[in-house]
T-cell receptor, first 114, second 114 residues
Framework: NAGVTQTPKFQVLKTGQSMTLQCAQD?????MSWYRQDPGMGLRLIHY???????DQGEVPNGYNVSRSTTEDFPLRLLSAAPSQTSVYFC?????????????FGQGTRLTVV | GENVEQHPSTLSVQEGDSAVIKCTYSDSASNYFPWYKQELGKRPQLIIDIRSNVGEKKDQRIAVTLNKTAKHFSLHITETQPEDSAVYFCAANPLTGTASKLTFGTGTRLQVTL
């Protein structure tokens, strides 16, 4: 099993550009989520999904969209990038939608918005 | 929503000493408390977790304690080794409806010196 795979690993965007961060898991997990990691602020939840066709907002959803058309994939879209979105982004999946099982993280995407 | 506070933000210990990291949470409904270790440039990985019906759990040199009444839980690492140097995150899982929004602390950077 590959686990959770994120692409790309690094990305530089200009302010106002859009892009999609890809996330795929091969563990048949129902629950998938996106976090951003900023220095001194830990991991903050952006959006999450409990299954295909179901998504909901996390702690910091503004400026981001998600969709879940299949169990395996959970892409994160930045509609109009801003410097405040410079961060490291992690996708994660877990077996239980109740959050009481291990979260498996992707390798992360380091995004810089200039 | 849930608020998880983690202390200290940095911790330096000598090899062989013990390290203790403490977290408090606000939502009394949280029932699962994982700890993640993140090495520099890597993804977070689960090292130990505890559920609300258990007061203490141990795995070799790592132990976690939970006090539900006081809403705090702690990570204990004994006989520290240089490879324990990393950032450690605690988390709690408040349930929103039927889904969890896993909430992380801000992290503790542990440095084990020779």
């Amino acid at each position: 099993n590959a686990g959770v795979t994120q692409t790309p690993k690094f990305q530089v965007l200009k302010t106002g550009q859009s892009m999609t961060l890809q996330c795929a898991q091969d563990m048949n997990h129902e629950y998938m989520s996106w976090y951003r990691q900023d220095p001194g602020m830990g991991l903050r939840l952006i959006h999450y999904s409990v299954g295909a066709g179901i998504t909901d907002q996390g702690e910091v959803p503004n400026g981001y969209n998600v969709s879940r058309s299949t169990t395996e994939d959970f892409p994160l879209r930045l509609l109009s990038a801003a410097p405040s979105q410079t961060s490291v982004y992690f996708c994660a999946s877990s077996y239980s939608r109740q959050g009481d099982t291990e979260a498996f993280f992707g390798q992360g995407t380091r995004l810089t918005v200039v | 929503g849930e608020n998880v506070e983690q202390h200290p933000s940095t911790l330096s210990v000598q090899e062989g000493d013990s390290a203790v990291i403490k977290c408090t949470y606000s939502d009394s409904a949280s029932n699962y408390f994982p700890w993640y270790k993140q090495e520099l440039g890597k993804r977070p990985q689960l090292i130990i977790d505890i559920r609300s019906n258990v007061g203490e759990k141990k795995d070799q040199r790592i132990a976690v304690t939970l006090n539900k009444t006081a809403k705090h839980f702690s990570l204990h690492i004994t006989e520290t080794q240089p490879e324990d140097s990393a950032v450690y995150f605690c988390a709690a899982n408040p349930l929103t409806g039927t889904a969890s929004k896993l909430t992380f602390g801000t992290g503790t950077r542990l440095q084990v010196t020779l």
